[in-house]
């Protein structure tokens, strides 16, 4: 059984930083790619960064691009570093990982096969 388990949520001034972490247990996660999404109140969820677990390829949607990092921690953690922060990038942000993630699909949330339940980043401008 898959678990993601996200932290590192909080409340931070427009400029500030964050990083989220997500930890996976349950799987050796050797042909996974994890991927953060974000939902904002009144919006559809959307991709936010993703990487592969072997190989390490990553991606992310043009809105964050610059601003945040995504890697791999210690023992299965999926990390997202947040940088320069906008009022924007207040939402509940998710971890998910799924199996056979093809590059042209990581944007797509259907594709993940797991999910973590979500932590609040709130931006003040």
């Known amino acids: 059984q898959v678990q993601l388990v996200e932290s590192g949520g909080g409340l931070v001034q427009a400029g500030g930083s964050l990083r989220l972490s997500c930890a996976a247990s349950g799987d050796t996660f050797d042909y996974f790619t994890f991927g953060w999404f974000r939902q904002a109140p009144g919006k559809d969820r959307e991709f936010v960064a993703s990487?592969?677990?072997?190989?390490?390829?990553t991606f992310y949607a043009d809105s964050v691009k610059g601003r945040f990092t995504i890697s791999r921690g210690n023992a299965n953690t999926a990390i997202v570093q947040m940088n320069s922060l906008k009022p924007e990038d207040t939402a509940v942000y998710y971890c998910a990982s799924g199996p056979w993630i093809v590059d042209d699909d990581v944007s797509v949330p259907d594709r993940y096969r797991y999910w973590g339940q979500g932590t609040q980043v709130t931006v003040s401008s």
């Open positions: 990487i592969a677990w072997t190989g390490g390829h």
